[in-house]
């Protein structure tokens, strides 16, 4: 099958060419990303297979199916950015990678609870300048706090088993609640007692209609002041005008995100000799209480391995025609 592969990292193709097996696949890789000014790249070609950074609208994908692409496969769990409608209509199957290493998230999401709550990036900046002192240093238990979680998947999950060593609280607000948190101590609550509740909020739930700037001006009013928020999920899943005004009256007083809305046009390049032409994460990165990691929570090698093992079986049941549950299905409401 001849794939085109989009919004490709230089770390990637090893790890798919490892699952390539004897070259069952020909796959042809793009820097670019897939949208509709890229989308004539991919005649001749079988398959897409994509990122979240790509962007798949109803338009882009009628031209797919006129170059005869019968397969979209997102190297990612979300799909958000694939109009699944079109492609239903378009009879374009759609496959995904729905978990690849839950742990690389969860602890990336700690990672940043841990150096948000203990200064440690400015420490290092400061001992690397024979500073030694320990002035506004201050950080706080993390053993006692209340943790709200926004999605208990198998993400979620895992972050909640993290929060739960350290001796927190474990608030989770999510549709389906899950046996396994529950018999572990976890609490369900509604998503305005948990904003009320929590000392840390992280988000671990997918972006959709409901979830767009869930978290805006009305929940920030809420919560409890100077609460933390993390987020490695989606960006949109956070207002970002809302979370600056919020930073700015201090009723945020963490904001750690590994997402962020808007972040196709940033994230992934080096932009150290250019002019952002975005002020709103300008001036995110102006707050000294806010820390923003370039969508790497995922980033581990094992993660890595998983993800290109997943894409390349995907190919191999598509091309097969063996039913999968990789398969992003259209929800008929």
Known sequence: MKVAVFSTQYYERDY???????????????DASLNEETVTLTKGFNAVC??????????????????????????????????????????????????YSPQAIAE???????????????????????????????????YGKTIGVIGTGE????????????????????????????????????????????????????????????????????????????????????DTKAAIAALKTAKIGYLGIDVYEGEENIFSKDLSNTVIKDDQIERLMSF???????????FTEEALDEIARITISNFNSFENKTTTANEVLLKIE
């Open 288 to 298: 000294n209480n806010v820390l923003i990691t370039p969508h790497q929570a995922f």
């Open 16 to 30: 798919l060419n490892k699952y390539n097996c004897e070259d069952k696949h020909q796959l042809t890789y793009f």
């Open 108 to 142: 990336h999401a700690t990672a940043l609870i841990l150096t948000l709550d203990r200064k440690t990036h400015k420490a290092y900046n400061r001992v690397r300048e024979n500073n030694f002192s320990l002035q506004n240093l201050m950080g706080f238990n993390l």
């Open 50 to 99: 994509i990122q979240v950074t790509d962007k798949l609208n109803a338009n882009v994908i009628k031209q797919l199916s006129q170059s005869g692409i019968k397969l979209i496969d997102l190297r990612s769990a979300g799909y958000d950015n694939v109009d699944l409608e079109a492609a239903t209509k378009n009879k374009i199957k759609v496959m995904r990678v729905p978990a």
């Open 155 to 238: 993400i979620g999950t895992a972050f909640c088993s993290i929060m739960l060593g350290f001796g927190c609280k474990v608030l989770a607000n999510d549709i389906k609640k899950s046996k396994i948190l529950l018999q572990k101590g976890v609490e369900y609550v509604s998503f305005e007692k948990l904003l009320e509740t929590a000392d840390i909020i992280s988000i671990h739930c997918p972006l959709t209609e409901t979830t767009h700037h869930l978290f805006d001006s009305t929940a920030f009013s809420k919560v409890k002041k100077g609460m933390m928020l993390i987020n490695t999920s989606r960006g949109a899943i956070i």
